[in-house]
């Protein structure tokens, strides 16, 4: 860890003191509750190409002895994340039957997906797994506690050169001297075990005295409490940590608005900091992702969203439907056979898919939609060689959830066929061509 002086005026220093004593007075329920909770990382494929929309927002009804943060743990979520989405809610006390944002749906970060990206503004790591033989590439994201003012973790690019199970910790001069200042008698050396502020597992950074590292004070996950090192829910690093190598790239940014053209509008995911009053930032990535022109309406909707910060991704400019390209696995005048169709394509590790079922009509199985011909090929042959299936390429009008209305259909191979052909596809043998 850093050694560098913090001002015990500060807040965030108040703050971290805070979350000392009431973890200590918290800890025997803290160690029951570990013992109960599910390990919940939120881990999804990756969006289809011109996408950056993962997941889905929940709503969880509160029981009487819940707090947010017991949420917050449950669901695998930080306390600045479930505090956001759910203004007005007593963090301490939302009482029995409250109705619960759970901010499960996330903008991803900006390309490149590749190790481990860190953004700060949302105290949230991302994981993006080198892609295994025959496998979809998917994401697997946790919350996060990081650099309080004064130790601000730092940004940049980094790799991991050192990983150590069971770490000691020796607590820098600094920070034993704040505490003698307290009125407290600080432990200089703490071996691994349950008093550990590292927790039982770290991950040493090139950035000097940076680690990624578990915590003996879960309820700091989502505050600016560290002293520049990222901390992590115990149960969340015990499953990162054997699948991170030495040598993984980390990418540390801070970005308090992410901002991404979606194919039904533009979606705007916007954090709380300390310089999120700076809109700078948000007209630049408008300008990268193409600009256009705004009606002032929809620039207003746009600088609304920016300002309530809630850290959920909203659609706030909606974008006219148009004609998109799918792949078509299969059409049935039989929905459970469209149904049984989309299990099969699930148990391959493909995308998933949905079934769309015209009125009175076929159901069909269908994958995308996909913005570019190379990426509907790309995935066209990875459905013939996991399925043995040759799909059907169509142009659909969205939302294909409800209605799927062919507009053109070609082979994947991009041998052209006509509408009517396409349509009639489910009469042949199980609805595919093999």
């Known amino acids: 860890m850093q050694s560098q002086a913090v001002p015990s005026h500060s807040r965030e220093y108040a703050m971290s003191l805070l979350v000392r004593k009431l973890t200590r007075r918290l800890m025997p329920l803290l160690v029951g509750l570990c013992t109960a909770l599910p390990v919940m990382a939120a881990t999804f494929p990756l969006p289809p190409e011109g996408s950056r929309l993962v997941g ?7 029981q009487e002895a819940d707090t947010l943060l017991d949420i917050a743990r449950r669901f695998d ?24 944002v759970v901010p499960l749906r996330f903008l991803l970060p900006p390309a490149p997906w590749e190790g481990i990206v860190v953004n700060l ?11 295994g ?8 994201t946790h919350p996060i506690g990081i650099g309080r003012e004064g130790w601000e973790t730092p940004l940049g690019r980094f790799k991991v050169i050192e990983k150590i199970a069971g770490p000691s910790w020796t607590m820098p001069a600094e920070m034993a001297a704040a505490l003698l200042a307290q009125g407290e008698t600080p432990q200089r050396l703490i071996p691994p075990g349950p008093d550990n502020p ?8 090139d950035a000097p005295g940076i680690l990624i590292h578990g915590t003996n004070r879960p309820y700091s996950i989502g505050l600016r409490v560290s ?5 992590m829910y115990p149960e969340d690093l015990a499953v990162l940590f054997p699948q991170i190598t030495r040598g993984t790239p980390v990418r540390i940014i801070d970005q308090a608005f992410k901002l991404s053209r979606e194919p039904d ?14 809109l700078t930032p948000l007209v630049t990535q408008w300008v990268a992702l193409g600009g256009g022109r705004l009606s002032d309406a929809q620039w207003q909707s746009l600088l609304d969203e920016a300002k309530r910060a809630n850290g959920l991704p909203q659609r706030v400019v909606a974008f006219a439907p148009a004609p998109a390209w799918h792949l078509q696995l299969g059409a049935f005048r039989n929905r459970q056979r469209a149904e049984r169709l989309l299990a099969r394509v699930q148990q391959a590790g493909l995308p998933s898919g949905l079934v769309a079922c015209e009125e009175g009509g076929l159901c069909r199985v269908l994958l995308g939609p996909y913005p570019s011909k190379p990426s509907l090929w790309e995935m066209a042959a990875r459905v013939k060689a996991r399925l043995g299936i040759k799909a059907l390429a169509l142009r659909l009008v969205p939302p294909v ?6 507009e053109a259909g070609v082979e994947a191979d991009g041998v052209p066929r006509s509408q009517t052909a396409a349509a009639e596809i489910g009469t042949e043998t199980e609805g595919v061509r093999n």
Do not use: K
Not at 56 to 62: E, G, I
Not at 133 to 140: C, G, L, N, S, T
């Open 56 to 62: 889905r927002t929940q709503v969880v009804v509160s």
């Open 77 to 100: 979520i930080g306390y600045n994340e479930i505090v956001a989405a759910n203004p007005g809610v007593d963090p301490w006390l939302p009482g029995e039957g409250t109705e619960v």
């Open 121 to 131: 503004a949302e105290m949230r790591l991302y994981y993006f797994p080198p892609p």
């Open 133 to 140: 033989r025959d496998q979809a590439r998917r994401v697997i």
């Open 198 to 205: 590292l927790g039982d597992y770290a991950m040493q950074l």
């Open 227 to 231: 002293h520049g090192c990222l901390r």
């Open 265 to 278: 509008g533009l979606y705007l995911e916007a954090h709380a900091d300390d310089a999120a009053g700076n």
């Open 401 to 406: 959830m409800h209605q799927a209305r062919v």
